[in-house]
C-alpha cells in the first residue's frame, strides 16, 4: 500500500521492521539508496546560491568521525597505555 | 600487540572493510560534476577556476599530441592532492604513504611516455641518453649513467611522494607525542613545543600540495621529451 517506498523520515517507529522489509538489498538498491542519500544531502548544503564552508565542513567532519571509529579498537588501547 | 609509531600506517579493517578503500573513494564525493546550469554553487565555481588553472599550467609546454593526456594528468592531480590534504585531518588514513600505491601509480605512467617515445621517435628518445657537447672519451660512461637515471625514474616518483609524506605524519605525531608528554612536568618547554608543531602543520600543508604537483609535473616532463 501507501506504507512502501516513503522516505524514512516519515516513517512512523511502530512502522520501521514492515519498511525495512520493503527495502531493496541487492547491490543496485544500495547503492541507488546511497546514491539518493548523497544527492539530498548535496542539493540541501552545498548546491544553494550562496554557499560557504559549512556543507563541506560538515562532511570532512563526519569523515573524521568515521576514521576514529573504524581505528577505535587500535586507538583504546593506545589512551590505555601507561608510557607511550 | 605491538604499539608503535608506524601503526597509524595499517589501515585499520571493521567488519572485514579496509578504511584504505573508503578513504580513496572519498575524495569523489568532493567533486562533484558541475550541471548545466550557466551559473553553478560556489563550490563547482572554485572547483573549475582551480582546475582550468592546473591544467592551463601543465598542458602550456606540452605540443598538441599531448594534449591527449590532460585529463589523466589532471585527474592525477586532484587525487593526489586530495588524497594529501585529507590525510593532515585527525584520525584520517592517507592512502599515498603506501609505497604500493605510489608504485602502482608512477610506475605504468612512467612506462607509458617511454613506450610512447619508442614507439613514435625512436631515434630521438635514445638520442636523450647522450646529452650534447660531450667529450668523446666520456660517451660510454655517460650513456651508462643516463640509462641508469631513466630506469630509476619510476623508483624516484614512488618512493619520493611516500616518504615525503611518511616522514611528515611522523613528526606530526612525535611532536605532538612530546608536547603531551612534557605538559604536566615542563610547560614551558611544552609551550615551546606546541609553538613547532603549529610551523610543522604548516610545512605539511604546503608538502602535501607541492609533492603532488611535482609528481605530476615531473610526468608531464617525461612526456615533453618523448612525445
Not at chain 1, 568521525?65 to 587500535?74: E, M, R, V
Not at chain 2, 590534504?85 to 603506501?98: H, K, S, V
Not at chain 2, 609551550?191 to 605539511?204: G, M
Request: charged share 10%.
Amino acid at each position: 500500500g501507501p506504507l512502501l517506498e516513503r522516505p524514512l523520515m516519515e516513517v512512523r517507529l511502530g512502522e520501521l521492521h514492515t519498511w525495512i522489509s520493503t527495502c531493496d538489498f541487492s547491490p543496485q538498491g544500495l547503492l541507488g539508496t546511497v546514491q539518493k542519500a548523497w544527492n539530498s544531502y548535496y542539493a540541501k548544503y552545498i548546491n544553494v546560491r550562496r554557499g560557504g564552508p559549512a556543507g563541506i565542513s560538515m562532511l570532512l567532519t563526519g569523515y573524521c568521525l568515521l576514521s576514529y571509529s573504524w581505528n577505535y579498537q587500535h586507538l583504546k588501547r593506545y589512551r590505555w597505555r601507561k608510557y607511550h | 600487540m605491538n604499539l608503535s609509531f608506524f601503526d597509524q600506517f595499517m589501515s585499520p579493517s571493521l567488519l572485514g572493510i579496509p578504511l584504505v578503500l573508503i578513504s580513496m573513494l572519498f575524495p569523489t564525493l568532493l567533486f562533484p560534476s558541475p550541471n548545466n546550469r550557466w551559473i553553478s554553487n560556489r563550490y563547482s565555481t572554485i572547483q573549475l577556476w582551480f582546475l582550468n588553472l592546473t591544467t592551463k599550467q601543465l598542458l602550456t609546454p606540452l605540443n598538441k599530441k599531448g594534449h591527449k593526456w590532460a585529463l589523466i594528468l589532471t585527474s592525477l592531480m586532484t587525487f593526489l592532492l586530495t588524497i594529501n590534504l585529507l590525510g593532515l585531518l585527525p584520525y584520517t588514513f592517507t592512502p599515498t604513504t603506501q609505497l604500493s600505491m605510489n608504485m602502482a601509480l608512477a610506475f605504468p605512467l612512467w612506462l607509458a611516455t617511454l613506450l610512447t617515445g619508442l614507439r613514435n621517435q625512436p631515434s630521438a628518445s635514445l638520442g636523450h641518453l647522450l646529452p650534447e657537447g660531450t667529450p668523446t672519451p666520456l660517451i660510454p660512461a655517460l650513456i651508462l649513467i643516463e640509462t641508469t637515471s631513466l630506469l630509476i625514474r619510476p623508483l624516484a616518483l614512488g618512493v619520493r611522494l611516500t616518504a615525503n609524506l611518511t616522514a611528515g605524519h611522523l613528526l606530526i605525531q612525535l611532536i605532538s607525542t612530546a608536547t603531551t608528554t612534557l605538559l604536566p612536568i615542563m610547560p614551558m618547554v611544552s609551550i615551546l613545543t606546541v609553538i613547532i608543531l603549529l610551523l610543522l602543520t604548516i610545512l605539511e600543508v604546503a608538502v602535501a600540495m607541492i609533492q603532488a604537483y611535482v609528481f605530476v609535473l615531473l610526468l608531464s616532463l617525461y612526456l615533453q621529451e618523448n612525445i
